[in-house]
């Protein structure tokens, strides 16, 4: 499955963004999907997770509360809405597929988008 992210920019602290994630290639509603950040000279982390039907969903503890992730299995894409941005969010967001599910670790996802940039300014 090719997945392709955007809605990444520069925003204010406090403001919002809605990231999408377009996938093609296979059938979109057999994958869990996920949310992952890196930011400038840090590792990849986890950030949100989706399992296939969009009835479940698990975030790291740092934007629980403020990001939420969804999707729309018809529209093949997934979605991470953030709010109440912080300087600390800034970093290249990806997404990526499973087809084991949902989770929150690399190795169970099998395919990874480009990163789109989010950048929050104080």
Do not use: H
């Not at 975030?59 to 979605?79: H, P, Q």
């Not at 989770?103 to 988008?113: E, K, M, P």
């Amino acid at each position: 499955v090719q997945l392709q992210a955007s809605g990444g920019g520069v925003v204010q602290a406090g403001g919002s963004l809605r990231l999408s994630c377009a996938a093609s290639g296979r059938t979109f509603s057999n994958y869990g999907m996920g949310w992952f950040r890196q930011a400038p000279g840090k590792d990849r982390e986890f950030v949100a997770t989706v399992d296939r039907s969009g009835s479940r969903t698990y975030y790291t503890d740092s934007v629980k509360g403020r990001f939420t992730v969804s999707r729309e299995n018809a529209k093949n894409t997934v979605y991470l809405q953030m709010y109440s941005l912080r300087a600390e969010d800034t970093a290249a967001y990806y997404c990526a597929a499973s087809r084991r599910g949902w989770g929150i670790g690399f190795d169970v996802y099998d395919f990874w988008g480009q990163g789109t940039l989010v950048t929050v300014s104080s």
